[in-house]
């Protein structure tokens, strides 16, 4: 069965950091390309992130550019998301999902492309 458990969500102060991490279990990251998505109260689940474990090649929803950074670590098949300079407008539960679509697809970053969701992690930034 393929899983994802996200963990590191936590109440932070405008202008702080957080990491999230995000394990798969039940497959072969390099196989898919592995998104991070959010979704804020009201309103509709946004992508975020985007990362090909097997070239390391990551895209960026042009909200969060410059502030988040996504990496793996493929021997733990781990996922994070490195979040600095967190805003009020950041709150939100953040998941990561699969997507067996080609790069060119799945960097849209549309969550009807990707599957496996997990159940997500609370991040909540006060101003």
């Known amino acids: 069965e393929v899983q994802f458990v996200e963990s590191g969500g936590a109440l932070v102060q405008a202008g702080g950091s957080l990491r999230l991490s995000c394990v798969g279990s039940g497959l072969n990251l390099d196989d898919y390309n592995i998104g991070w998505f959010r979704q804020a109260p009201g309103k509709e689940r946004e992508g975020v992130s985007l990362i090909s474990t097997s070239d390391g090649d990551t895209d960026y929803a042009d909200s969060v550019l410059g502030r988040f950074s996504m990496s793996s670590n493929g021997p733990k098949n781990t996922l994070y998301l490195q979040m600095n300079n967190l805003k009020p407008e950041d709150t939100a539960v953040y998941y990561c999902?699969?997507?067996?679509?080609?790069?060119?697809?799945?960097?849209?970053?549309?969550?009807?492309?990707?599957?496996?969701w997990g159940r997500g992690t609370q991040v909540t930034v006060s101003s």
């Open positions: 999902a699969a997507s067996t679509r080609p790069w060119r697809v799945a960097s849209r970053l549309s969550p009807a492309n990707f599957g496996f």
